[in-house]
């Protein structure tokens, strides 16, 4: 390939313009999924910000690219975002980039963009890769809607408790985990969401491309004997959901299993149901306390 900073733009409708945040997608791990306009971008601006600049000097690089960078990460974002945005108040052009994927996704992206917002800078992505969305096409699970939620923080106990406000949520779930995070939130989600279908996904689009399609119990099983290797996607299945129309098909005790196996408590499960069928809840107590 020749010099990249040698294209010219004189008759391209996407020219680079001053001023302008690009949030450009860059490959999630097959360097052949760049797209023809990120190269030409992250050519011609005036600097790139990037989450790790060796890691985007190497992409970069690799495409024959000489680029001036600027270090913008998570521990830095308040102080070089301002730098930033300055430079582009002052008719600079900028492409921001994330290790891989799509910047602004589970990434300090996002405050650069909100900040870009609230001072009139103009912002426009070079579309591409994103490991959410491949994950979820891959996974075999209900794709017409969905949730995600990122990367679950804190301690277990955390987990457990952002995991319990989300337990009932149809749509399906998305998140992102470090290997050496992965064995405890498996086990809080098994925990707490019961024995779901979920798709673990790793090494998205390279020669080790693994997609391995089992449930919660099964994954906990595999994973308390297996070390955890690489950036994991989780695509869960969202909790069951029954029309009222199907409750008089089940029985009290059948109505309130239907949920324990969600992972609510037999309590809170007793309560759902007295919920679902317009009766106090201690009728249903009633029924189940004495068996």
């Known amino acids: 390939m020749t010099n990249s900073n040698e294209f010219d733009f004189r008759e391209e409708k996407n020219k680079i313009e001053n001023g302008v945040l690009y949030l450009v997608a860059t490959p ?38 000489k680029q001036s960078f600027v270090s913008y990460h998570e521990h830095n974002k308040a102080e070089v975002g301002q ?29 650069l963009v909100k900040l870009c ?17 491949t994950a979820l096409v891959l996974s075999g699970l ?33 998140f992102y985990e470090a290997p050496h995070k992965l064995k405890s939130t498996l086990e809080c989600m098994y925990a707490v969401l019961g024995d779901r279908k979920i798709a673990l996904c790793r090494e998205l689009t390279k020669i080790n491309e693994e997609i391995n399609r089992t449930t919660l119990s099964e994954a906990v099983a595999l994973y308390s004997s297996k070390e955890p290797r690489g950036e994991y996607v989780l695509i869960v299945e969202g909790a069951l959901r029954k029309t009222t129309d199907d409750w008089s098909s089940l029985s009290v005790d059948e ?32 029924l189940t306390i004495n068996k």
């Open 117 to 133: 917002s609230d001072k009139g800078v103009k912002v426009t992505c070079v579309t591409g890769a994103c490991a959410l969305t």
């Open 28 to 65: 999630i791990g097959n360097m052949s999924d760049i797209s023809e306009r990120a190269l030409k971008v992250l050519a011609g601006v005036d600097f790139v910000a990037a989450e790790d600049t060796r890691n985007s000097g190497k992409l970069l690089s690799y495409f024959g690219i």
């Open 255 to 286: 109505h309130i299993e239907f949920y324990v196996k969600t992972g609510m408590s037999k309590m809170d499960a007793i309560k759902k149901v007295a919920k679902d069928r317009g009766v106090p809840k201690g009728e249903i107590y009633k």
């Open 83 to 111: 730098r930033i945005v300055e430079r582009l108040l002052g008719g600079e052009s900028c492409a921001l980039v994330t290790d891989a994927g799509m910047p602004a996704i589970s990434d300090p992206g996002e405050d």
């Open 142 to 174: 209900d794709t017409r809607r969905f949730s995600f939620e990122g990367f679950l923080k804190g301690t277990n106990s955390e987990k457990n408790a952002f995991l319990n406000e989300i337990k009932d949520e149809s749509r399906t779930l998305i």
